[in-house]
């Protein structure tokens, strides 16, 4: 399996991006794909899952209301759409795919077996 993230840049606060990762080789085998963030300095964050069959979304406190996790799954595509960025939010972005989490697990990067390489979102204030 590999994934492929892009769409980050650079934001004034307010702003809004859309980052996206391609999924190929073993996607049926995916139970749930998500995003995850890491600043310099500091561990990395759980952002959004959704589960890759019935849809079921989850996410953290600090971007509910403000992102929306969405998934293509006839194109294996897995989309993460930000509204009202806030310069907190700046950090490399990793999407991630797990063939066997469990919902208690979602916001463990553990439970993920496939990280793409990141890409960066800054914004500015």
């Known amino acids: 399996v590999q994934l492929q993230a892009s769409g980050g840049g650079f934001v004034q606060a307010g702003g809004s991006l859309r980052l996206s990762c391609a999924a190929s080789?073993?996607?049926?085998?995916?139970?749930?794909v998500g995003w995850f963030r890491q600043a310099p300095g500091k561990e990395r964050e759980f952002v959004a899952a959704?589960?890759?069959?019935?849809?079921?979304?989850y996410y953290s406190d600090s971007v509910k209301g403000r992102f929306t996790i969405s998934s293509d799954n006839a194109k294996n595509t897995v989309y993460l759409e930000m509204n009202s960025l806030k310069p907190e939010d700046t950090a490399l972005y990793y999407c991630?795919?797990?063939?066997?989490?469990?919902?208690?697990?979602?916001?463990?990067?553990?439970?993920?077996?496939?990280w793409g390489q990141g890409t960066q979102v800054t914004v500015s204030s």
């Open positions: 959704r589960w890759w069959r019935t849809g079921s979304t």
């Open positions: 080789g073993r996607t049926f085998s995916f139970r749930a």
């Open positions: 991630t795919a797990g063939s066997s989490l469990i919902l208690s697990s979602v916001q463990e990067p553990a439970s993920y077996g496939y």
